[in-house]
């Protein structure tokens, strides 16, 4: 006979979020996150990156207790341990950041979405971009840029204009927030091997901030982005309900 399922559930702090947290609790028992096989994430998208963030290696099983929730499953009650078996599991290896700031200082972030960097003055900032170590756009003047993992492109850098990218397919999009020169230059589709670096030009007149999954670090002088596969966050979705076919109906709506 196989030993029950331990789950760790984790909510926001919505009333909706909170009772659910309660009722699932209370029907399947609370096991301490060191001790589950499994963490069941109650709320919206903001409370599964927070998880994410958080965890260390268990999947993770999110239901839609908040207002935004592509990344969640619906919320049930009935038959949970079996939804987590049958579930498809989906990994995601986040975006190192590494910046510096004006002052010197070195600033280390990893982010599931995107890292952006964004003009933090009244005027456009001047970006040079690099990759790889060799620089491809001598300068972008710009509102800001970004770089963004499949399962982020459907977040921020969809909202700029920035092409969804399949679930599967090992690349990132590198996207200009507002363009002015090169005029409307959309960015780039790149290999998910890619280090990416942004030089601020002229950062004392045209400041710029650089923020990983909104943990931002102000007057940022370069940042430098590269995918960390050794770190592997686990997604479960209810079959048929996977982040790829997400990903496809969110590019027909």
Known sequence: MMAPMRMHFIASETDTAQAALAELADRYGQNRW???????????????????????????????RGTIGFLMN????DDLPDLIEAAEETVINPLAMNAITADGREYAALAI???????AGPQAAKLRISVNGRV????????GALLSTPAGSTAYNYSANGPILPIGS???????????????????????????RFDVLE???????????????????????????????????????GLEERLTREQFV
Request: proline letters at 6%; charged letters at 25%.
């Open 34 to 64: 060191r001790e589950a096989d499994v963490v069941v994430a109650l709320g919206g998208d903001g409370l599964m990156l927070s998880v994410m963030h958080q965890n260390k290696g268990l999947p993770i099983y999110g239901m839609n």
């Open 74 to 77: 619906d919320y049930l009650v």
């Open 113 to 119: 979405n995107e890292v952006s960097l964004l003009r």
């Open 136 to 143: 491809r756009l001598d300068e972008l003047v710009c509102d």
């Open 170 to 196: 090992d690349v990132l999009a590198l996207t200009a927030i507002a363009a002015f020169r090169p005029r409307r230059w959309r960015g780039a589709i790149l290999p998910q091997s890619a280090v990416v």
């Open 203 to 241: 950062p004392e007149k045209r400041p710029v901030m650089a923020d990983a999954d909104s943990r931002g670090v102000d007057s940022v002088r370069s940042v430098e982005i590269r995918s960390e596969p050794s770190i592997r966050h686990r997604l479960l979705f209810n079959p048929g309900h």
